[in-house]
């Protein structure tokens, strides 16, 4: 069984910063795709961004050259960094980590981010 656990979540005032972190535990043999999701007030939950194994990079176009992902494979843990805040990233954040050998994908249970105008 494996857990994600996030953390970071929080208010913060338009143009703010805020850093998530997820840190995945249990019977972890390696893990494949770190990314983070969001759900806003009365939308689907959305990709943000994702980190493969192999290093590479992927964001939504919404917050590219705001926000950064970055792994720590150590730690099992993923972060992310968001610069320059906006109201309409006031979302429900969630953390996703893929692991081999099954390729099960598995979601931690989200961290409130509110930014104010």
């Known amino acids: 069984q494996v857990q994600l656990v996030e953390s970071g979540g929080g208010l913060v005032q338009a143009g703010g910063s805020l850093r998530l972190s997820c840190v995945a535990s249990?019977?972890?043999?390696?893990?494949?795709?770190m990314a983070w999701y969001r759900r806003a007030p009365g939308k689907q939950r959305a990709l943000v961004a994702t980190f493969t194994s192999g290093g590479s990079t992927n964001y939504a176009d919404s917050v590219k050259g705001r926000f950064t992902i970055s792994r720590d494979n150590a730690k099992n843990t993923v972060y992310l960094q968001m610069n320059s805040l906006k109201p309409e990233d006031t979302a429900v954040y969630y953390c996703?980590?893929?692991?081999?050998?099954?390729?099960?994908?598995?979601w931690g249970q989200g961290t409130q981010v509110t930014v104010s105008s």
């Open positions: 996703y980590a893929s692991f081999s050998p099954t390729g099960r994908g598995y």
């Open positions: 249990g019977s972890i043999r390696s893990i494949n795709t």
